[in-house]
Nanobody
Framework: QVQLQESGPGLVKPSQTLSLTCTVS??????????WNWIRQSPGKGLEWIGF???????YSSPSLKSRTSISRDTSKKQITLQLNSVTPEDTAVYYC?????????????????WGQGTLVTVSS
């Protein structure tokens, strides 16, 4: 059974880079037709999709965040890393790692099968 665990600093200063890691256990990040997503939820708001790393190593990010987002992977460690540059207090949110067999931009959140517990990141000086 696949499990996901997010990790990273809980506090980031404005203009700095937010860096989070999703560690996968119980499965392979190169499983065919599977996508590893980053999603966030700001206080009082709905879920916002950030981007995904595909099983093949390709990535795709939300157009609204694309210029500040980088998603990478380490297959040997089974980790997916999110970097979000030039953060502002508006980037304060609970960040989730979630996986599923469909691309979120096409199928929405309903095809996501496994979610991490989420990690709160606060952007503040």
């Amino acid at each position: 059974q696949v499990q996901l665990q997010e990790s990273g600093p809980g506090l980031v200063k404005p203009s700095q880079t937010l860096s989070l890691t999703c560690t996968v256990s119980g499965g392979s990040i190169t499983t065919n037709d599977y996508y590893w997503n980053w999603i966030r939820q700001s206080p009082g708001k709905g879920l916002e999709w950030i981007g995904f790393m595909s099983y093949s190593g390709s990535t795709y990010s939300s157009p609204s965040l694309k210029s500040r987002t980088s998603i990478s992977r380490d297959t040997s460690k089974k980790q997916i890393t999110l970097q979000l540059n030039s953060v502002t207090p508006e980037d304060t949110a609970v960040y989730y790692c979630a996986s599923g067999p469909r691309r979120v931009p096409e199928g929405g959140f309903r095809y996501l099968e496994v979610w991490g517990q989420g990690t709160l990141v606060t952007v503040s000086s």
